[in-house]
């Protein structure tokens, strides 16, 4: 009974039947007068729902790593979004016991006009810092991220790596419960993404759990405990990383 309760407060993370679409205008360039006419007409239905995750399932477990693989356009940046609260659900449920920290979007929870300073204290407090906090953070962020000498140029003129190296370090120094990452390490230089794989577990032996979206097969053999395999919005694969990965490469060369 008791090994049982323990399982479950060991879910950090629980994705219960989850399902999205999205709309799309069939006919975007409609001329007014056609829109009123079709309007009046009653045939103006011209718009249609695209399922784009059906019915998912699964739970991560505290200082777990899931890695999720699929194809360009499966849903594995929607299955993130709906996760991290940036999109709602159309149905299901998402329990998350923590905080959560995302890196789903390069520039996501940062403005351009800002300094890499400013923005590390817009992005902490939208994450939920006190000042006091990240004061106390600062120099950790400034030496994982290497951009110390950079600090106070404005985000728009960092590359898209020293924006990923931003995000990482933030969210990283927060050591949070939960943690999303998005493909975002993609954009790194292979000795950083190194010393991010290096970082993860060592939050991972601290109990954050991870979910990561990643084409990087080889680097998401090493760290994740278990793999999902996203098609068209459904879990079609669950299970050790190398099995799904041998099911996904297989599927993908006969597609
Ligand atoms: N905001 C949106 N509005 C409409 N369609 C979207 C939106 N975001 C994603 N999609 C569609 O949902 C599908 C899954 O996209 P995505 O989750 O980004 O896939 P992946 O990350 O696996 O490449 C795609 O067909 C994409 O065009
Ligand atoms: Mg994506």
Known sequence: MLS???NVMDKVVEVLEVSKSFEYVKEPYKSLKQSFVEFMRGTNVENRRFQVLQSITFSVSKGEIL???????????TLLKVISGILYPDSGKIFIRGSVAPLI?????????FTGLENIYLNSYVLGLTKKEVD???DWILSFSELRDFINWPLKCYSSGMQMRLGFSISAALEPDVFLIDESLAVGDARFVEKCIQRILELKRN????????????????????????EKGSITKEGPPDEVIQ?????????
């Open 105 to 113: 979007e390069l520039g996501a929870g940062f403005h351009p006009e």
């Open 67 to 77: 890695g999720i693989i699929g194809s360009n356009g499966a849903g594995k940046s």
């Open 247 to 255: 099911v996904y490469l297989g599927n993908s060369c006969h597609a």
């Open 4 to 6: 049982s309760l323990e």
């Open 207 to 230: 109990g954050t759990a991870f979910l990561i979206a990643s084409h990087d097969l080889e680097n998401l053999k090493k760290v994740a405990d278990k793999c999902i395999l996203l």
């Open 136 to 138: 106390d953070k600062l």
